[in-house]
């Protein structure tokens, strides 16, 4: 080739626009486990590839369901961007919510967070590499299960206080997020606060996030924001990528 061919085809090559690589999606799918001899039904999210090697089990919030979309399939997809396998359990299959909530039903989906857990840890998931988030009532299932019996390493309560259930003493010392929305009117703030006392008082870790003027329900941004919080808690915890 020519001299000045050369010059052509190399300015053909600073002048053409590189194409973004497109980012490989997860892979999920609807699978049952067991807890306590019952099916438990979830979805089981993952990246395409090894990823973090850590694994989060999310608990809904009181009347929800799981599906492959909406904002609690959205949050799944991105901790499973971020390189983290996520079950979504119906953690009321193992007892239907009758909204009295005795104690052996707390027991019970408690149980369940602890049982997916163990799920991913018998598939060859480090237990410290574990960690539990939970919204509303998910989030006392969640942070109180992850401070009783469970392998859990970490755990994140989100828009949860004790008017959702009065918490245990807990068994177990793990570093736990609290994120609550500023005008919560469904989980009151001081009743956060009130939460976040006792667990300091009985020495557990918390760190304190507040999504600005955001209500119980959520808005897409907010969402986003919750992720940013909750992506660099596990981070730092669970998610610490190998050196």
């Avoid at 973004?20 to 609807?30: M, N």
């Avoid at 999310?58 to 949050?75: E, F, K, N, T, Y």
């Avoid at 998931?125 to 989030?139: E, W």
Wanted: net charge positive; with cysteine.
């Amino acid at each position: 080739m020519h001299r000045r061919s050369l010059l052509a085809a190399a300015a053909a090559c600073l002048t053409t626009p590189v194409r973004a690589q497109e980012p490989v999606e997860p892979i999920w799918e609807g699978m049952t486990f067991q807890s306590h001899g019952k099916p438990i039904r979830a979805i089981h999210y993952r990246p395409r590839d090894a990823g973090r090697g850590s694994a989060i089990v999310m608990m809904h919030g009181a009347g929800s369901r799981i599906a492959s979309r909406g904002p609690w399939h959205d949050l799944a997809i991105r901790f499973a961007r971020d390189g983290y396998q996520v079950l979504t359990p119906l953690y009321t299959d193992a007892f239907p919510d009758d909204g009295i909530r005795p104690p052996a039903m707390m027991e019970a989906w408690r149980d369940v967070g602890e049982h997916a857990i163990d799920w991913f840890i018998d598939r060859g998931v480090n237990r410290r590499r574990t960690a539990m988030f939970g919204y509303s009532l998910g989030s006392y299932v969640a942070v109180d299960g992850a401070l009783g019996n469970s392998r859990a390493a970490a755990a994140i309560g989100l828009a949860g206080g004790v008017d959702v259930y009065t918490p245990r003493v807990p068994r177990r010392r793990v570093p736990v997020l609290m994120i609550r929305a500023e005008n919560d009117t469904h989980v009151l703030p001081r009743n956060t606060a009130a939460w976040i006392d006792f667990l300091r008082e009985h020495e557990i870790p918390v760190r304190v996030e507040v999504i600005a003027g955001a209500g119980h329900l959520f808005q897409p941004p907010e969402w986003v924001e919750i992720f940013n919080h909750a992506s660099a808690f596990y981070g730092g915890n669970i998610g610490r990528l190998p050196q």
